[in-house]
């Protein structure tokens, strides 16, 4: 056997989504605050956003995700040996979400933990997966992006308001000796936290007067904007660069959603044609952690992203957090 034959991989053994039912389209939002559809279509690329039901939590939307993912790779729960769940919006302070939804689906006993990176969460949950499966310390996990983020949102403030939504997507990893994903590069910086953060919290204590503001996303959008769009350049070149691939080899980029011309933007820099570039921010607004992997498994389910095709997946969020990964698909 060669040395290559013997490496493991984690493969994409199949993809799920779950959106709400709740559409609240920009029309919607112009009845209660001062803004229009043209104004946020010509800024943001967002149409519309899917809102969870009353009582529609995040476990709900990750089970749904998980579900149809089990059910995509033709694996049981009971197969499941690793479940993270990248969230900033979990159900509880604990337990974690990741432990609700493995009871919902029936996975007990497997490891199961959050990660809080922000809309970089799902980028995080796969890259820790991939190095759980490379050990050899796993053979399948389930690896969901979930969030209700319009459960923090200042429906009043129609700078962040009009550009977040709800919604969920899950890979099932399994090992195999055949490459899957490639390479993952994750990062963080904490020196900006004021840029983009919700200061309500457990030890900093829940006293939201002191901020005059509730439990809610405060952001600078077009600071956050500017990092963005260079973070993200530098990040899909370090990910080119690692693996000695010419910007040409990517069939697609599925990248973060959260805004059309952040999107465009980190397009152009990988000289790549919006064709080959998945957006679902129109539909879907920033569904944070949940928005890489809902935009893959709708690639995946219209059958625009193929078995055999490389994937460059990124993500930038709050903390700031920002990663890619590299797959064959
Ligand atoms: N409708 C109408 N006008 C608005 C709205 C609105 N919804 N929101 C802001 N405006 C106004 C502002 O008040 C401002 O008016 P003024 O010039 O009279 O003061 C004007 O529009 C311009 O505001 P900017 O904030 O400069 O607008 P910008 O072009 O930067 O667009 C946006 C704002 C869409 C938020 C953009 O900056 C952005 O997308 N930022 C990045 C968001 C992001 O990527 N976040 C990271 C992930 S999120 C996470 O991790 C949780």
Redesign the pocket.
């Known amino acids: 056997m060669t040395q290559s034959a013997r490496r493991i991989f984690a493969r994409i053994a199949g993809t799920g989504s779950y959106l709400p039912d709740k559409v609240l389209s920009n029309d919607d939002l112009a009845k209660t605050?001062?803004?229009?559809d043209e104004?946020?279509r010509t800024?943001?690329g967002i149409r519309e956003r899917r809102v969870a039901a009353d009582g529609q939590t995040t476990s709900d939307l990750a089970f749904e995700a998980g579900r149809r993912a089990l059910e995509a790779a033709g694996v049981t729960a009971s197969d499941v040996q690793l479940l993270i769940v990248g969230t900033?919006t979990p159900d509880l302070i604990f337990p974690s979400t990741a432990c609700l939804v493995q009871h919902k689906l029936g996975a007990n006993g497997c490891m199961a933990f959050d990660v809080n990176a922000?809309?970089s969460g799902f980028m995080y949950a796969l890259a820790i997966a991939d190095q759980f499966i490379r050990a050899g310390n796993v053979r399948t996990a389930l690896v969901i992006g979930a969030e209700t983020?319009t459960r923090m949102l200042d429906w009043s403030d129609?700078?962040t308001c009009?550009?977040f939504g709800d919604g969920a997507g899950a890979v099932v990893l399994k090992a195999d000796d055949e490459t899957g994903i490639i390479s993952t590069h994750m990062h963080a910086d904490g020196a900006h936290k004021e840029l983009?953060w919700n200061p309500v919290g457990v030890s900093a204590g829940f006293r939201p007067e002191q901020h005059n503001a509730g439990v809610r996303?405060l952001?600078s959008?077009?600071e956050?904007?500017k990092v963005?769009v260079k973070t993200l350049d530098a990040v899909v070149e370090e990910a080119l660069a690692a693996n000695d691939l010419p910007r040409s080899a990517i069939d697609w980029l599925i990248p973060?959603q959260?805004?059309l011309?952040?999107i465009q933007a980190t397009a152009k820099r990988l000289e790549m044609p919006m064709e080959r570039v998945i957006v679902t921010v129109d539909r879907h607004g920033?569904t944070?952690s949940g928005s890489v992997p809902l935009a893959l498994d709708e690639a995946v389910r219209s059958g625009k992203v193929q078995r055999g095709q490389l994937l460059l997946l990124e993500a930038?969020?709050?903390g700031f957090t920002w990663g890619s990964a590299l797959l064959r698909y």
């Open positions: 605050i001062d803004t229009s104004w946020i800024r943001t900033t922000a809309c983020l129609r700078g009009v550009l983009l996303v952001m959008g077009n956050v904007f963005a973060h959260a805004n011309r952040i920033n944070s930038f969020g709050g």
